[in-house]
């Protein structure tokens, strides 16, 4: 885990920690472990969806992390995971509403902005070509000021979605042993420290 933490405070190698989530948290020792799930939310949350679905290592780890959610969800009813926390379930509904609102709208305002686009190539062939009328280019001109405005539009209406709370970077902190897992090891007469419980080093 500690590891981990370091590449993601360097913010290097993200591909590295989720590989080294994914081992820890199909073993034994990592099955419950809710800060490393955190942390491969977190992770897998630096992504663009588009991006995770083209990789399959990403999708493996998005499907992973899905899966122990899901198991996790059985200890909170009326619950839903927004992030890394879990909220009452009426205000996750509000929350994925707007989400689903701004999205749509970006959707549409995107459609609009690839027709712009067409529109500007056809017309800037004809410029290219030596051909354009004086009505082709002030139209070209008139879309491409357009489509400024939709590329400001978009970027305002993405703002206004919703963001899931992850980990932020001073959430991530290396993890000290369990101390009271180790003593109880030792007093089994195991001092190996072998599978040894962890917890954030700040209690986070």
């Given at each position: 885990i500690n590891r981990v933490v370091t590449l993601l405070q360097m913010r290097e190698n993200k591909g590295e920690a989720i590989l080294l989530l994914i081992d820890h948290l199909n073993s034994d020792a990592g099955a419950d472990d809710s800060y490393a799930l955190n942390l491969l939310g977190t992770t897998l949350a630096r992504y663009p969806d588009d991006v995770i679905k083209q990789d399959k290592t990403l999708a493996d780890a998005k499907a992973k992390y899905n899966q122990l959610v899901k198991k996790l969800g059985a200890n909170h009813p009326g619950e839903r995971r927004w992030g890394a926390r879990w909220i009452g379930i009426n205000e996750w509904d509000a929350r994925d509403k707007?989400?689903?609102?701004?999205?749509?709208k970006i959707e549409d305002l995107e459609i609009a902005l690839t027709r712009v686009r067409v529109r500007i190539g056809n017309f800037q062939k004809l410029v290219d070509s030596g051909n354009a009328s004086a009505k082709v280019r002030s139209l070209l001109a008139a879309d491409r000021g357009e489509e400024q405005v939709l590329l400001t539009a978009i970027q305002?209406?993405?703002a206004k979605i919703p963001p899931e709370e992850w980990l932020t970077p001073e959430?991530?902190?290396?993890?000290?042993?369990?101390?009271?897992a180790v003593n109880a090891r030792t007093?089994?007469?195991?001092s190996s420290g072998a599978g040894a419980a962890t917890q954030p080093a700040t209690g986070a």
């Open positions: 707007e989400r689903r609102i701004q999205n749509n305002t209406e993405r959430q991530i902190v290396p993890v000290l042993p369990d101390v009271t007093r089994d007469g195991n």
